[in-house]
C-alpha cells in the first residue's frame, strides 16, 4: 500500500527566503506524485504533480517540486516566499498501477512566512 | 473555487438529528469523491463515485450515506452521528480517465460540521 510522509509539522521561513517543504513516498508501483495547498477555510488546491517526464515538475504560484526516485522524495520549493505562501501543504501519493487506486495524503505541513 | 461548490459551509446538528451535505462540480468530471478531514491526521477517503457508480466505501460507518443522482452532484446523508464525527467534510472531483491514476482531483470549500 501506498503512503506518504511529511516529517515537519511546521516550517518557519523570512519573506524573500527560498522554501523547502519535505515530502518522502513509498509505493509498489510508479509513483503519482501530487503537491495541494490549503488556506484558512478554505478547500484544498492544486498547485502541480509529477506523473513522467522531468524530474523538476513547474507548478502555481511560483512553486516546484523535485521527484527523486533515489530518495523517494517529492519536495516542494520556492526560491522567493511571499507572508501570503503561509498555509497548510499536503504531499500525496498515488500508485501508478491499474484499476482504482486511491490518492494517499500526508498528514500536512504548516509553512509560517515572516515579513 | 468556483469549479467545485459545497453547501452548507457550516453545520451544526444533535446527534439524533438528520442532515445532508451536498456537492456539486462544474467542471465536467466524471468521478466525485467525499473526504473526512480531522486535525492532525491525514484526509480520510470515504466513498468515491465513477460515472456515477458507487467504486468504492472505504469502511464508513452507515450513519453516513452517500447519493450520487448524476455526474455533477454528490450528497452526503448523515443520521445519528457521533461527537466524534466532528470534521471538515471535503468534496472532490476529477476526470477519471479510465482508472490511469493520473488525474488531478479538485476540492471544494468543505463543510465544517460540528455534532453535539
Known amino acids: 500500500a501506498q503512503s506518504v510522509a511529511q516529517p515537519e509539522d511546521q516550517v518557519n521561513v523570512a519573506e524573500g527566503n527560498p522554501l523547502t517543504v519535505k515530502c518522502t513516498y513509498s509505493?509498489?508501483?510508479?509513483?503519482?506524485l501530487f503537491w495541494y495547498v490549503q488556506y484558512p477555510n478554505r478547500g484544498l488546491q492544486f498547485l502541480l504533480k509529477?506523473?513522467?517526464?522531468?524530474?523538476l515538475v513547474k507548478g502555481s504560484y511560483g512553486f516546484e517540486a523535485e521527484f527523486n526516485k533515489s530518495q523517494t522524495s517529492f519536495h516542494l520549493k520556492k526560491p522567493s516566499a511571499l507572508v501570503s505562501d503561509s498555509a497548510l501543504y499536503f504531499c500525496?501519493?498515488?500508485?501508478?498501477?491499474?484499476?482504482?487506486?486511491?490518492?494517499?495524503f500526508g498528514t500536512g505541513t504548516r509553512l509560517l512566512v515572516s515579513p | 473555487e468556483t469549479g467545485v461548490t459545497q453547501t452548507p459551509r457550516h453545520l451544526v446538528m444533535g446527534m439524533t438529528n438528520k442532515k445532508s451535505l451536498k456537492c456539486e462540480q462544474h467542471?465536467?468530471?466524471?468521478?466525485m469523491y467525499w473526504y473526512k478531514q480531522s486535525a492532525k491526521k491525514p484526509l480520510e477517503l470515504m466513498f468515491v463515485?465513477?460515472?456515477?457508480?458507487?467504486?468504492e466505501n472505504n469502511s464508513v460507518p452507515s450513519r453516513f450515506s452517500p447519493e450520487c443522482p448524476n455526474s455533477s452532484h454528490l450528497f452526503l446523508h448523515l443520521h445519528t452521528l457521533q461527537p466524534e464525527d466532528s470534521a471538515l467534510y471535503l468534496c472532490?472531483?476529477?476526470?477519471?480517465?479510465?482508472?490511469?491514476?493520473?488525474?488531478?482531483?479538485?476540492f471544494g470549500p468543505g463543510t465544517r460540521l460540528t455534532v453535539l
Open positions: 509529477y506523473i513522467t517526464g522531468d524530474n
Open positions: 467542471l465536467g468530471h466524471n468521478a
Open positions: 500525496a501519493v498515488r500508485d501508478g498501477g491499474t484499476g482504482f487506486q486511491k490518492l494517499v
Open positions: 472532490a472531483s476529477s476526470q477519471d480517465g479510465g482508472g490511469a491514476g493520473t488525474d488531478t482531483q479538485y
Open positions: 509505493v509498489s508501483g510508479n509513483p503519482y
Open positions: 463515485y465513477n460515472f456515477k457508480e458507487q467504486t
